[in-house]
């Protein structure tokens, strides 16, 4: 293994709701910028949610969600800074035509958005000193949610970046009928409960380290944000430090409860 591979295990025991998540998380040695936890923290939310699906399935309620439903990828999707450049590079790794097809759409709904006069509160809320409660969010949600637009990244109804798509993204299971989420505010869908949520973990994280304020940013603006602070995302921190802080955010939302997934705000 060379050095810029070298990694640390460590073995991790969550007590979720839904049973005791135990975990081998192995994380570089070098130092790294906070974007590199990304994989980390997704492993161990995905794992959080895998013992959640079990649970439901042990209750005999089947995940209703499938590969070419994507009902839900018309939802504005809150993305976490260091998810924002994760998506940023692995846009940017797709072959050109693709890539160029995504972009061309991108900027399509952002056009979109311009007209419908909501483009420049997403714009501004990627740059809020303060995080936006939910009830703040809640009428811009719905606005967009109204608009059914499609993500820029979906392809043919299937993600186009599936192993690069935010955490909220992963965190919207249902176990309704999956032509309930056509409407999500009309239809009494029932989503899995997430025991932390990765995308405010992050978020908590990068507030850590920069200094700043924790934010979402809204998907449609997130490429751009990327962009414009690509700077701030050039310190370096041990791994094992990322980590630590990272646990300590997931412990805090496990002790203060589950949350459920709630559309159409994701
Ligand atoms: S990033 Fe992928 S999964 Fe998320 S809304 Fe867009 S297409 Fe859907």
Redesign the pocket.
Known sequence: MSASNARDTFRLALPTPAGELRAEIAVPTRLIPVSDIVPVMRSLGGQALELEDEKSRRAGRELSCRKGC?A??R?L?PVSPPEAFALKDAVERLPAPRRDRMLQRLAALRQTLNEAGLLGRLAQLSETRTQWSDADMEPVNREYYAGRWP?P??EDET????DA??AA?RELRVTSPAEWCRDMERNPVRTLPVPFRISTVLSLMWATVTGGAARLIP?PVALDWAERHAGDNRARHHGETLLHMGMEHILGFLRRGTQAASPPSA
């Open positions: 994507a839900c990828c939802m999707v993500c990244f979906l993600c186009g970046v599936y798509r935010p993204c998907l």
